[in-house]
């Protein structure tokens, strides 16, 4: 049983012609980038546009590929340069007001209701509406955290933000998730 | 602890991964993947990259099923324009461009042309009197002028090669015209039988040419003369009841295009020994519609056929070459002007040139080419004589006459001269040589 290839590889030989080797190489790649692209945008039609076109990227850029960072980061920056831009084409963005709007919400106490009670269903759907209502940068980031995960400086490159700016960001969505949870 | 410390804590654990509850809750969210269309496209993307004619995408498909819904829709625009296309030509206005007959009009005003001849061009050389022989000259056909000629000329040979086929006496040029056909030259024979437009109109710009050369003074045959009556004597002699069909066919053949005429030595000459009638015709043809060496190019390839026709097979089957007036019609036929023009003074010595086409194409259809079967059926009953001069061409015979005359061998030469008049009885004889006793 022959060792197998990284992600690395697989992308490079796909890039010198082995069409087997992406087909690998998708498998592997395919549910996590979909669930990011599906949990960061609003609708499932728009990620799929946005799923298929962040592979068609890729394979056109395939011969340029260089293997200087993680494959799925370079998949991830792919899509995440498309989901800003799909933001972007969409609606405005939640402004500073709607932020603090939503975080004055999130620390109302409501400590009668334990979070054991809670059946794990209930706990599921709280957390899928807490992703829902992040911010599009904070839930990207928890995203890229949770989903792919990739470190600090993995999701900096990839969203292209600073070291410290990922990590406020991911302070605020798991203190919004948690929050959200413990209601 | 503070809850902002255990917020700190919870939040280390997340960043370090060891938050294992929120992660585990998340992995319990529904695990979306995409369809199998989308892996499907994606996949194809690839495959494609690699190989752009191996699979076509979904998009691109429907790109094309889009384009393609408009195929139908120019499709029945075109048969659209085609119908009413077709129907234009044959409207009204098409069908009043058509005679009785139903053949498009172009094709009729060729016809026109051809019974229509300019009425300009009256004959520019007077045709001499008719030289006596033998009181055949009462029968023989009145030199026309070039004019009528040129009516006469593209008369169709289709109506002739039905008259052909349906003589009885038309048997040696059924088996001509099968030996054109053997030899692979369809198309000369075709020539022959169906005068299409084209040929017709050639005909007549042929004969329209000759009489512009006529015009100009540059049209000189002094042998169509005696060809014609030395041919037609002997045929009418052998045969005195003229065979029609073959005559027709003669015609058409005489009236035949040049290129057709062109074309025929080559056919001849693969023609098999059973078709031996045909290159005698041939020979007997061509040397009628052979006119002296300073004829257009045109013309002059009739007598590249009868320069064929001498090496072709003889009755014998043998492919030796043999001289000019081997046989056949060179008994009543002058040999070709091309070998005694070397010779002015011999040529001087001839009579005065009769109209040059009168001997080819002005006589009627029953005249000269109706009796050219009979005379090659004479030509084969011809004496054979001793005398060297018995292979050369009936000129160069009365050439080495004279010159034996000159040389002071009188008796030689009335001796050769007897044998001329054996083998060639029919010859009109030069005026310096008839009356030599």
């Known amino acids: ?153 993995e999701i900096a490159a990839v969203t292209g933000a600073g070291h410290e700016t990922v990590k406020s960001r991911l302070r605020y969505a798991f203190a919004k998730i948690r929050e959200k949870l413990n209601e | 602890m503070s809850s902002n410390e255990k917020f700190e804590r919870e939040f280390k654990a997340f960043l370090n991964e060891e938050d294992s509850r929120l992660a585990s809750l998340y992995r319990k969210l529904p695990q979306q993947d995409p369809d199998a269309r989308l892996d499907a496209a994606v996949r194809a993307m690839a495959h494609r990259a690699l190989n752009p004619q191996l699979v076509a995408t979904p998009r691109a498909e429907a790109h094309r099923r889009r384009a393609g819904g408009w195929l139908p829709v120019f499709g029945t625009a075109a048969g659209v324009v085609l119908a009413a296309g077709i129907a234009f030509k044959l409207g009204p206005g098409a069908r009043s461009d058509r005679n009785e007959s139903g053949a498009p009009a172009r094709d009729i005003i060729t016809v026109r042309q051809v019974d229509a001849p300019p009425p300009a061009a009256p004959p520019l050389s007077p045709p001499p009197p008719v030289a006596s022989s033998g009181g055949n000259a009462s029968s023989r056909a009145p030199a026309k002028p070039v004019a009528e000629e040129a009516a006469e000329l593209p008369v169709p040979a289709a109506e002739q090669a039905t008259k052909v086929s349906a003589a009885p006496g038309a048997e040696p040029e059924r088996q001509a015209l099968a030996g054109l056909k053997k030899a692979g030259n369809i198309e000369a024979s075709a020539q022959q039988a169906q005068p299409s437009p084209a040929a017709t109109r050639h005909r007549t710009i042929d004969a329209q040419k000759r009489l512009q050369e006529i015009a100009a003074g540059r049209w000189e045959d002094p042998y169509e003369r005696k060809l014609d009556e030395a041919t037609r004597a002997a045929a009418r002699r052998s045969n005195p009841q003229p065979e029609p069909a073959a005559a027709v066919a003669q015609a058409s053949t005489t009236a035949a295009p040049a290129e ?178």
């Open chain 2, 260 to 437: 057709s005429r062109q074309s025929a030595p080559a056919a001849f000459a693969a023609a098999p020994p059973s078709a031996a009638p045909a290159p005698a015709t041939a020979r007997a043809k061509s040397a009628v519609v052979s006119p002296p060496d300073n004829r257009p190019a045109d013309t002059a390839a009739s007598t590249d056929v009868r320069t064929t026709g001498s090496v072709l097979s003889d009755d014998t089957g043998s492919t030796q070459p043999r001289p000019r007036d081997a046989d056949a019609s060179a008994a009543t036929v002058p040999a070709a002007p091309r070998a005694v023009q070397s010779d002015k003074a011999e040529k001087d010595a001839f009579p005065a040139p009769a109209p040059p086409l009168a001997a080819t194409n002005t006589a009627p259809a029953g005249g000269l080419q109706r009796e050219a079967p009979a005379a090659l059926g004479q030509a084969k009953q011809r004496p054979r004589s001793n005398d060297p001069n018995a292979k050369l061409y009936p000129e160069h015979w009365l050439a080495n006459i004279r010159k034996m005359l000159r040389d002071q061998r009188r008796d030689q030469a009335l001796r050769s001269l007897g044998e001329f008049r054996k083998m060639y009885p029919d010859y009109h004889l030069p005026d310096d040589l008839r009356d030599l006793k």
């Open chain 1, 1 to 153: 049983m022959g060792v197998e290839k990284t992600d690395e590889e697989l992308m490079l030989a796909y890039a010198q012609g082995d069409v087997r080797a992406f087909d690998a190489l998708y498998g592997r790649q395919r549910g996590m980038l979909y669930r990011f692209i599906l949990r960061s945008v609003s609708d499932r039609a728009t990620a799929d546009e946005l799923y298929q076109e962040t592979w068609s990227r890729l394979i056109a850029s395939r011969t340029r590929y260089r293997v200087e960072a993680r494959f799925s980061t370079w998949l991830l920056q792919i899509a995440h340069n498309l989901i800003v831009d799909s933001f972007r084409r969409a609606r405005p963005q939640a402004g500073a007001e709607e932020t603090e709007t939503v975080m004055r919400e999130l620390g109302a106490p409501e400590a009668d209701r334990p979070e054991q009670v809670l059946g794990e269903f209930e706990q599921r759907r709280r957390l899928q509406v807490a992703l829902e209502g992040l911010p599009s940068e904070q839930r990207e980031a928890f995203l890229l955290r949770v989903e792919s995960g990739l470190g600090l400086e």
